[in-house]
Structure formats: structure tokens, C-alpha cells
């Protein structure tokens, strides 16, 4: 019995902790007005939750550089002061087109937005919101991010 359960351990288990995570990068748009501070929050394309612009390394520009570029395509973030250091990061599992899933860790920016465009890349397929950061909070899935955006 004891060899079953060991099995199962090493073939399920463990293939799910020690997998590789790939590499995602975001940006973590906040505005002020006054003293009250807003995230930015969009909707991914496939599901419609509540979501931090990000995405995959660019060849040529470091994290933040990378980060900011999300933020242009996916939410309109046409200027912005982005940290060069990440703030934080988070985990999830990316479903992707085949099927599959696999382990993300996300590295996560800080950008004061300055400007934003009504008209980018993505604008017919996501909506931007602004929100209290815990209310942001509360509306994005994974705990992680939750917990970074309870710090803004």
C-alpha cells in the first residue's frame, strides 16, 4: 500500500512542484488624485476576469520595459513613470490555445500613469477600469497579486 501512495506522490505530487515556471511580466498601473490612490485593472480576452496588463518578455527591453509595452497594448497606458524594480511577484497557471497550462511567475512593476488612448492595440477586446486598491483586490484571482495590490 505504502509503494502506491509513494508513486502517486512522485508521479503527481512532485511533477507539479518542481515544474519549471516561465517567465511573465506586468505592470501595475496606479493614478492619484489627491490623496486617493487607483489601479488600473483590464479584462483578459479569454475569460473576462479582472487582470494586471502583462505578458512575455521582449527581445530587447528589460522587464520594465516589457511591462510598460503591456501596458500600452493592452490598456491604453500611453505614458507612464515605471520602477526598474519589480515591486513583487505572483504565480499562476497560463492556459494556453493547445490546451495545456503552464506554471507563470509573474514579475510586477510600478507604473504612475500620465497619459492614457482611447485607441491601442487590444481597446475592442479588453475593458480598463480604475478601482481602490483593495477593491482591486478583491476582484483579481490569484492571491498573490491580491496581496500586492492590498499594499499600493
Same mark, same amino acid.
Given at each position: /500500500? ?12 512532485? $511533477?507539479?512542484?518542481?515544474?519549471? +515556471? ?6 501595475? @498601473?496606479?493614478? +492619484? ?6 489601479? /488600473?485593472?483590464? $479584462? !483578459? +480576452? #479569454? %475569460? ?15 522587464? *520594465? ?9 493592452? *490598456? ?6 515605471? #520602477?526598474? $524594480?519589480?515591486?513583487? !511577484?505572483? @504565480? ?8 495545456? !497550462?503552464?506554471? &507563470?511567475? %509573474?514579475? &510586477?512593476?510600478?507604473?504612475? &500613469?500620465?497619459?492614457?488612448? #482611447? $485607441?491601442?492595440?487590444?481597446? #475592442? ?11 482591486? *483586490? ?15
Amino acid at each position: /500500500m505504502i509503494h502506491y501512495v509513494k508513486r502517486a506522490w512522485d508521479d503527481a505530487v512532485l $511533477t507539479l512542484l518542481q515544474r519549471e +515556471r516561465r517567465q511573465q511580466v506586468a505592470a501595475l @498601473c496606479v493614478r +492619484r488624485n489627491g490623496d486617493d490612490r487607483k489601479v /488600473m485593472l483590464i $479584462t !483578459s +480576452r #479569454d %475569460t473576462g476576469r479582472w487582470i494586471v496588463p502583462k505578458g512575455w518578455p521582449i527581445k530587447g527591453l528589460d522587464g *520594465a520595459g516589457a511591462a510598460l509595452q503591456e501596458a500600452w497594448e493592452e *490598456a491604453g497606458v500611453k505614458k507612464a513613470r515605471i #520602477d526598474r $524594480t519589480p515591486i513583487g !511577484s505572483y @504565480c499562476y497557471d497560463k492556459g494556453l490555445s493547445d490546451g495545456e !497550462s503552464v506554471a &507563470v511567475e %509573474t514579475q &510586477v512593476y510600478l507604473a504612475e &500613469v500620465e497619459a492614457l488612448s #482611447d $485607441t491601442y492595440p487590444e481597446a #475592442d477586446e479588453r475593458e480598463r477600469a480604475w478601482f481602490a486598491p483593495r477593491e482591486a *483586490a478583491a476582484l483579481v484571482d490569484e492571491p498573490e497579486l491580491k496581496a500586492l495590490l492590498r499594499r499600493v
